[in-house]
C-alpha cells in the first residue's frame, strides 16, 4: 500500500487525531506522577514543572506509535518531543516560581510565554525533521508544523482542545507535505 493510501484512509485520520488528544492527557497523567513520586522529593512545593516534559512525552509516543506502523522511525522521534516541550516548559515554570513577571507585550499578557511555546515547537520539529528527512525528500515542513501545532496547542492550556488542535494542525501538515511529495508541486 502506498504511503499516500494510508495517510488519507479515514480510519488513519480518525487515529490520529484522537490519538493526540489522548497523548495529552497521558502526558498530563505521566508528569502528574512523576511530580508526586520524584520531583516533590527534591521540590517541596506543587509545582507544574514536570508538566511540558509529560506532554512531550505522550504526543511523541501517540505520534511515533503511529508513524512507525506506517514507516520504520527511531524512538528518538518520542525523545525528542520530550525534551524539546519539556526543557522550555521547565524553565518558564521556574522562572514564574521565582518571581519573575513577564510584563505584557501589546497588550498580550502571556506573550512571553507563548513565544516560547511556539519556538519549543520548532525546536521539536527541526530535531524531527532529522528523522523524517530520509524518507521524505520535503520533511522541512515538519519544523513549521511543529512550531503551529505546539505553539497553539500549548497557549490554549486547554484540556480538552490543546491535543484536538495538535493532532488537526499536524495531520494536515502530514496530509499537505506527503501529498506535496507525490505531487512534486
Avoid at 67 to 85: D, E, P, Q, T, Y
Avoid at 157 to 184: A, P, R, T, V
Wanted: proline fraction near 2%.
Amino acid at each position: 500500500m502506498r504511503l499516500n493510501n494510508i495517510i488519507f484512509d479515514n480510519s488513519f485520520i480518525v487515529k490520529w487525531v484522537i490519538s493526540n488528544f489522548l497523548g495529552f492527557i497521558l502526558g498530563m497523567i505521566v508528569a502528574i506522577i512523576l511530580s508526586y513520586s520524584i520531583l516533590n522529593l527534591f521540590h517541596p512545593e506543587e509545582t507544574n514543572m514536570l508538566l511540558g516534559l509529560g506532554y512531550g512525552l505522550g504526543i511523541g509516543f501517540v505520534q511515533w506509535y503511529l508513524l512507525n506502523r506506517i514507516f520504520k522511525l527511531s524512538k528518538l522521534w518520542i525523545l525528542m518531543s520530550a525534551l524539546g516541550i519539556g526543557i522550555p516548559y521547565a524553565g518558564i515554570i521556574l522562572l514564574m516560581e521565582s518571581g519573575f513577571i513577564f510584563h505584557p507585550i501589546l497588550g498580550v499578557k502571556d506573550f512571553y510565554i507563548g513565544f516560547i511555546f511556539f519556538m519549543s515547537g520548532l525546536l521539536v520539529g527541526f530535531l524531527q525533521m532529522i528523522l523524517l528527512k530520509p524518507k521524505f525528500s520535503r520533511s522541512y515542513y515538519w519544523i513549521i508544523v511543529s512550531c503551529l501545532a505546539w505553539g497553539i496547542a500549548l497557549s490554549l492550556n486547554s484540556i480538552l482542545f490543546s491535543g484536538i488542535i495538535m493532532g488537526i494542525i499536524s495531520l494536515l501538515s502530514l496530509i499537505w507535505g506527503i501529498k506535496y511529495k507525490n505531487n512534486q508541486l
